[in-house]
């Protein structure tokens, strides 16, 4: 096991997510070696620059005849290990903290026109029996209760207060490590709030189970100023490491709600996530990597930024979700589509530095979930490959998933005008721009009406006052340069 430079700093990683990774994996060191492994471990202060180097000097102190490895989560780290050359022969093992290999999906995806998520998912229901009848039909009668988890959050209830993991002396030495070596990365160490073994994720999981679980289909669309974490389950970055095994996860979900302990849409709306949209997407990269990188349909090459890396915008439901993301490495999913996401779509910025950014800033990102999501949902940019239609909103939105507009000088009843709020000009600058695409597409029908109902004279004045805050708000002297990733890959 190695703690390589190479892979903690190919992007700009949260810092809350190279102590996380760099704790768990000398945990489960320690742990392998109270059971008798024998174990060669490379901690980051010893230097080793990448993986292959670690495995050559393991190799010269062990008498291995093959080396087995897990199938990486990135391409370009497959790439790599697919050109090692070795004394010994090299064999790729299937990551068993997924449910559907890649290809089982590619099975599933032959042959079909469109890939939609929910048609895998209700297969991956019946496969493993989840909130399933006796008949082996789904509970209630559906198979998907989004529609009951959109509620915006009004301060309506109070919100648990999470416990905060107790840090071992480990943990404490890889803290300090990271801040002496990741002085330029995001993330307030200060305030790192994640566990660091199986037990402790366990524990966490346990706990929103108890007490947030019930609470968490209604308010997953949410968004709080009060919270950063609501009534959410935080568990996706111990899934994506092992700490968590998701099958488990799902089960207990499942039997909580036969107990009588939430609600079937809270039950069924976590599961969906983890059993249907996490083996989908990464379904979905596996199965179009490497071509899916270079997805930019809608030929978006803004430069990003400058404060994308330190939240200082007057916009504040973007100013609070950019900061809670460097701040901690964690969003919801509805600030990093809706919030985030939906700006990035509507202002063009560019595909390779979005999804740079989203890669290094969140605790749970790895390219085959973080492409899928940013690429494809948050930007369509995919041509529709994931998404019918783009996740594309005006302020309306925002206002109704939350209490940020209260506190924002803009009003997101205003698309012009002193006040008005940036989302709705920049809205309707995105489907005009983009109107021919839209024409062809039946899920953009009624916001393209929508847009040439409106006279002549009314629509030169939105985008007139569109451009204005564009040219306000994405600084071209100042950005953040994209790490050119699609250029590099092998064809």
Known sequence: MAEVRAEASYVRHNRHKIALVFAAMRHFRDELRERGFAVHYYSHEQGVETLLDAVRDALQHCAAEVLRCCHPGEYRLLRDIQDWRLAVPVQLCEDDRFLASAAQFASWAEGRKQLRMEHFYREMRRKHALLLDDAGKPEGGKWNYDARNRKGWRAEQAIPQRPRPRQDALTEEVLALVAREFPDHPGDLDAFYLATDADGARAQFDWFVDHALDSFGTYQDALAEESPWLFHSLVSMYLN???????????????????????????????????????????????????????????????????????????????????????????????????????????????????????????????????????????????????????????????????????????????????????????????????????????????????????????????????????????????????????????
């Open 241 to 491: 490491i092992g700490l968590l095994d998701p099958l488990q996860v799902c089960r207990r979900v499942d039997q909580a709600y036969r107990d009588g302990a939430c609600e079937l849409a809270a039950a069924e709306g976590f599961i969906r996530q983890v059993l249907g949209w996490r083996e989908y997407v990464r379904g979905i990269y596996w199965l179009h990597m490497p071509d899916y990188a270079n997805g930019n349909s809608l030929q978006a090459h803004t430069p990003l930024p400058a404060y994308f890396w330190d939240g200082d915008t007057d916009l504040r439901c973007l100013a609070v979700a950019l900061r809670q993301s460097l701040q901690l490495g964690y969003a919801h999913h509805i600030q990093r589509l809706m919030v985030i996401g939906n700006f990035c779509l509507l202002a063009g910025l560019d595909v390779d530095a979005v999804c740079d950014w989203y890669l290094g800033v969140y605790v749970d990102a790895y390219e085959w979930v973080e492409l899928p999501n940013t690429l494809g949902m948050a930007l369509h940019a995919d041509d529709g490959l994931m998404a019918s239609k783009p996740y594309a909103a005006s302020g309306k939105y925002i206002q109704r998933q939350g209490n940020h507009c209260a506190g924002c000088r803009y009003d997101p009843r205003k698309t012009t005008g002193e006040g008005a709020c940036p989302y709705n000009s920049l809205y309707w600058r995105f489907i005009d721009r983009h109107r021919d695409r839209w024409r062809a597409n039946p899920r953009m029908q009624l916001s393209l009406r929508n847009w040439e109902r409106k006279k002549a004279a009314e629509r030169r004045a939105i985008l007139d006052w569109a451009e204005a805050e564009f040219t306000r708000l994405v600084d071209p002297g100042t950005h953040h340069q994209a790490r050119r990733r699609k250029k590099t890959l092998p064809p």
